[in-house]
Each structure stands twice: as C-alpha cells, then as structure tokens.
C-alpha cells in the first residue's frame, strides 16, 4: 500500500475566508494524501475547518471563502488549475462529496431519481430510461424503502434520513474514486448509519475507492478509519495510524477529544467526542503561540510564544506540540 500513488493530494493549502474587515484564514498550511482503498478521517471541534477543507477539495466553497494558496491534485492532474468543464467532469465521476446537510447536494425543482440519473447520464453513455433504472437501483443500495416511488419524488417531499440516503445514492451512483464524505449519516439511526458505511465499504473493496471521512464519532473512527488527522482552529494537530491514535495520542487537544473512550480493543461502539473545557479562539484573532494553549494543562511560557511546528514525532506519527519535541 505504501508505495501505491495517492488518488488525492493535497499540499500545503489555505483557505481564507473573506470578511468586512479583510480576510483571515480558515484552513492554514493544511497536506494530506489518501491512497486508493484507504480511510483517512478528519475529526476535530465544531468550527476547526473541517468542512471547509472538504469543500476546498470539490472546489465548492462558499462565495465568502477562497483558496489563497496550495495544491490540489486529483490522480496527479492539478484540479486548482482545471478549467470549469473538466472540474464538473471530474465531479461525481473522480470525485463526490456526500454533505453534511443534504438539501445543500440535492436540487429542489428536480425529483430525486432525475437527478441522480441526469448526473449518470453526465459521466456515462446510457439513454435515459436506463439511467432511470441505474437511480431506481442505487436508491435500493442505500435501502430507500419503495426506491421505486421515491424515485418520483421531490426532495422537500422526503424525509430527513430518506433525503440523506436520496444523497449518498446520488454521490454513489457514478462509483467515484475519491469520496469526500462529511458527517454522512448523522440524521440517520445506529442501525442505518452502520449499512451506509458498510455499503461504502464494499464499494471500497472493490473499487479502491479512496475516502476521506469527517466525523464527530470515534466509534465510527475505530471501525474504519486507516489513518486520523485531528484538526484545531484550522490546523493540524496530530496525524497517525488509527491504533496510534487511540494506544498513543501525542497532542493534548487529542488527548482531551478521546476523553474517558475506552481503549479501542474495548469495543466501541459509538462514542462522541469528548467535550474540553474552554473555547475555540476566533481564527481571526488566534493567540500568538500554540492556538491551543488557553485551554491546554502543560503550556509552558513557550507555548505562549511560539507555535509548534507540525513534525514527525516517531515514525508515521505527526503532532505539533512542544511537549514531545524530542520524540
Ligand atoms: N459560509 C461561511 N462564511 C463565512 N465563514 C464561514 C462559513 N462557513 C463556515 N465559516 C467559518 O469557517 C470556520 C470553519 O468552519 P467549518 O464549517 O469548516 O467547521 P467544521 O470543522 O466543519 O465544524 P462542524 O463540526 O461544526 O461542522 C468556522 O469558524 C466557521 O464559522
Ligand atoms: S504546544 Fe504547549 S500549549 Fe500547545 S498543545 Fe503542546 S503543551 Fe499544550
Ligand atoms: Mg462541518
């Protein structure tokens, strides 16, 4: 797997966002590379750009925030430096994003097997009428109950589990190979959560599907995630192998995140992030030294100073904090 070129890499961007009063940044100095067939989850606190970043990689963000700098590379061709045309090409069929919040992804005036067959027949040579059925059929792998009808359907007319599963089959229905997926089944129950990762699972299996997946569940972390990139006010924090993460976290922010979770041979099964007392400091006015030092127990005078640098600690085990400067 180690040698496998990554199917998305991203180097070294920032995102800022554009404010009255100039811009600031959101997501600051942020590389990471998912290899095909690998999970890399991005976990952190409500705020800290985790979905910003997402929304950096399709090239969706907001009319308020903009790439400042960095590279995005998709399968090695630069998707920054793609003409709209190709990005939209790329959309669905190399690339999907599942959302947060499903109204965002689905189009109100369309019904919802229109839609997913309009983006099948945008990627593929299939006539309409089999496109249609190609819909029927991924709103049946998400387990729609009467895919058939619902098929028919407008999204205001679904209800909130069914539109986020109308979603997750509209983002599958191309097989992409990249999936960018940010809180996939939070409206959805235990039960239906598990099948909709299990069925992009499989997918993975047998496409090598590589996913990046933003969760607020270290249950969900646990059971899927190869690699874990922790975020704080728009950085990275930590970054390792998920049995790093849960036997040796390094970062104090990772270590209050995981709070009182169990050891991962414990047998989690769903477990939220833990909350830590204090704020989040605005990203407009970030303390000087380590952002997270109002709220850490070990700062130092140096951590008030100077911001850690993000390195590698041991091997394939990043962190930035002063704490384990020397490994
Ligand atoms: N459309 C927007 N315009 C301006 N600022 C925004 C916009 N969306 C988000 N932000 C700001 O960007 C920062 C990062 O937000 P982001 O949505 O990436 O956080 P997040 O990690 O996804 O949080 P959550 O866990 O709540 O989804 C936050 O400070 C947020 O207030
Ligand atoms: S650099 Fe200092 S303040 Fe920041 S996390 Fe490490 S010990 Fe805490
Ligand atoms: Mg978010």
């Known amino acids: 797997m180690e040698h496998a070129e990554p199917a998305l890499a991203v180097s070294d961007l920032n995102v800022e966002i554009v404010g009255e009063n100039g811009a600031f940044p959101v997501v600051s100095e942020m590389s990471l590379s998912v290899r095909p067939g690998e999970t890399v989850c991005l976990v952190g606190e409500s705020g800290c750009g985790k979905s910003m970043t997402a929304l950096s990689l399709l090239r969706l963000l907001p009319d308020s925030a903009r790439v ?163 975020m704080y006010a728009g950085r990275r924090v930590e970054e390792c192998s998920v049995y790093e993460l849960f036997d040796n976290p390094l970062h104090p922010y990772t270590i209050g995140l995981m709070g009182a979770v169990p050891h991962r041979a414990g047998g989690i099964v769903s477990a939220r992030l833990t909350d830590i007392p204090g704020t989040v400091p605005p990203l407009w006015d970030l303390p000087k030294g380590c952002a997270f030092a109002p709220r850490c127990p070990g700062a130092s005078a140096r951590c008030l100073e100077e911001r850690p640098p993000f390195i590698e600690k041991t091997p394939g085990h990043f962190a930035a904090c002063w704490e384990h400067d020397n490994g």
């Open 68 to 230: 400042a700098s960095g590279s995005i590379r998709i399968h090695g061709e630069d998707f920054l430096a793609m003409d709209q045309r190709r990005v939209e090409d790329f959309r669905g069929d190399q690339i999907a994003m599942i959302f947060q919040e499903p109204l965002t992804a689905l189009n109100p005036v369309l019904t919802i097997g229109e839609q997913i067959a309009e983006s099948v027949r945008q990627h593929r040579k299939v006539g309409k009428r089999e496109a249609f059925a190609r819909a029927v059929k991924c709103l049946e792998l998400v387990q729609m109950p009467d895919p058939e009808r619902r098929a028919r359907q407008y999204p205001h007319e679904l209800s909130g589990g069914m539109r986020q599963r109308a979603m997750i089959a509209l983002a599958l229905a191309c097989e992409p190979k990249i999936i960018i997926a940010d809180e996939p089944t939070t409206a959805l129950d235990v039960t239906v959560q598990a099948q909709i990762l299990g069925l992009i699972a499989d997918l993975q299996k047998r496409l090598g599907t590589a996913q990046i997946l933003i969760t607020h569940d270290l249950g969900v972390v646990a059971e899927i995630a190869d690699r874990v990139i922790v």
